[in-house]
């Protein structure tokens, strides 16, 4: 797509006191190399005739790197393009227990471990309320997808007991004959503070426990979408922006990939998680159709594939964070993570300023315009008949034959640098009455233009 701006990656290593040495971080190039003795291959490869990889990326967090690095270099920029109108997405990717919730919405224990969105919401509200010259309205909506089903994790029905799924209303994906979706019974929950915001986040992820107890597995199997969605309206203007930030928690990679590179078949499909299946072959769709040798994407497979439609490969500025587990034993599955990071920065994205014209806001400013007019016009037959109660006196009898004869003088005056006066005070029943009397005279006319008036 000409013109457009690839996903970036980064990757972030979960800390561990036993990293293994079967990788290198470089980080001038940031990349991260492979190198896997062929002796030590068997068990922890599947393809073991390649033992050298090297995976580039937009940014490396290592072991030490803190909550606050990772928000500064992928997160405050997203914040930014939302208040700009620009759609942005995060997503975290990894095997179970590598650290996407960590990332996202960070640990509980310590205040420095607050993630990605607890910092987002605060940066952005501060932005906010720093900002004068606009008028923001911040909406949260929490989204959990299980088994291809769409769930309000902000849905009150929570409050009551959940004893099953089957409490809940579904989620449904809708579309509108432009091919804009909307997600029909997700809510969307006005915030006017961080506070709030943050109160929503903890609402979410209670209920997101809650669920994963009910579903008898525990959350790695689900995918978590929390979405800002900012409304701003900049002062003396009749534009109106809205743009979204999601903030996506992806169920854990390591039922998804295919085994080795050479595309063996897929595990047995019990063991799939459906929605990360086809999150990779819509990556493989965008990169065919980068390469021009497909025109197809098929987003429509799954319900996270639709959700997330705009944020690959479309309307949207999209950052990946590949969570890696850099113990030995992960050593296949981070290798796997690493790869499909690779396939993710070929999709190119197209974001552009979701702003219109805001209908209401522009009937407000004409209505004040034609009040204003209609104060002026007031004030000018006021002025300009002369008359005491604003409204201005109609001719007599006189001062129209009067009127249409010096009009009737003009027509036939053959000078063609003959004027028209219409008398010291210049009123709009007289020009009225000039006219009419100019119309009726047609057939005289001498003057063609002057006459138009
Ligand atoms: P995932 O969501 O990918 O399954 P989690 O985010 O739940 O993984 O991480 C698993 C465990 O590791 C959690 O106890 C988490 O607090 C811890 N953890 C993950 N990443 C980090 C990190 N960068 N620093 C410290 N602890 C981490
Ligand atoms: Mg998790």
Redesign the pocket.
């Known amino acids: 797509m000409p013109g457009g701006e690839g996903i970036k990656i980064f990757a972030?290593i979960?800390?561990t006191k036993r990293p293994s040495r079967l990788f290198d971080i470089d980080p001038d190039t940031n990349a991260i190399s492979f190198n896997i003795p062929r002796d030590t291959a068997n068990g922890i490869l599947v393809n073991n005739a390649r033992t050298n990889f090297n995976f580039k990326f937009d940014g490396i967090f290592g072991?030490d790197?803190t909550q606050e690095d990772v928000f500064n270099v992928v997160a405050k920029s997203s914040v930014d393009s939302v208040l700009e109108g620009y759609n942005s997405t995060i997503f975290?990717y990894?095997?179970?227990?590598?650290?996407?919730?960590?990332?996202i919405t960070g640990?509980t224990e310590r205040y420095d471990?607050r993630g990605v969105i607890p910092r987002v919401l605060a940066y952005l509200f501060d932005v906010c309320r720093k900002d004068t010259e606009a008028q923001y309205s911040v909406y949260i909506s929490f989204l959990e997808i299980y088994n291809e089903s769409g769930f309000d994790l902000l849905d009150a029905a929570h409050d009551e007991g959940v004893a099953g799924l089957d409490d809940l209303q579904k989620v449904v994906i809708l579309e509108d004959e432009n091919g804009g979706m909307h997600l029909k019974g997700l809510s969307m929950n006005l915030a006017n503070s961080a506070e709030e915001a943050m109160n929503l986040l903890f609402v979410g992820d209670t209920n997101r426990a809650m669920s994963a107890t009910v579903m008898n597995d525990n959350?790695?199997r689900s995918h978590c979408i929390f979405t800002i969605s900012v409304e701003s309206r900049r002062a003396g203007t009749d534009v109106i922006r809205r743009s979204k930030l999601n903030l996506v928690?992806l169920a854990?990679s390591e039922r998804t990939h295919k085994t080795g590179a050479t595309g063996q078949l897929l595990r047995e499909s019990k063991y799939i998680n459906t929605s990360l299946h086809f999150l990779e072959v819509c990556i493989m769709a965008l990169g065919d159709v980068q390469k021009g040798s497909r025109t197809h994407v098929p987003y429509r497979n799954s319900v996270m594939t639709m959700v997330l439609r705009d944020s690959l490969g479309g309307n949207c500025k999209t950052s990946m964070v590949a969570?890696l587990n850099a113990e030995k034993a992960q050593t296949e599955e981070t290798i796997s993570t690493a790869k499909f990071a690779q396939r993710v920065a070929l999709v190119q994205n197209k974001a552009e300023v979701n702003e219109e014209r805001d209908p209401k806001l522009v009937i407000k400013r004409l209505k004040a315009e034609i009040k204003e007019l209609k104060g002026e016009l007031a004030f000018l037959r006021q002025t300009g008949g002369g008359g005491e109660g604003g409204e201005e006196l109609e001719l007599t009898q006189t001062e129209l034959n009067h009127l249409r004869t010096k009009v009737k003088n003009f027509l036939i005056d053959p000078d063609p640098a003959a004027a028209l006066s219409l008398g010291e005070q210049f009123t709009f029943k007289k020009m009225q009455a000039a006219f009419s009397a100019s119309v009726s005279y047609t057939h005289l006319r001498a003057h063609e233009t002057e006459a138009d008036l």
Do not use: L, N, V
């Open positions: 972030r979960k800390p072991m790197a975290a990894g095997q179970t227990g590598s650290g996407k919730t960590f990332t640990g471990d959350s790695s928690d854990g969570t």
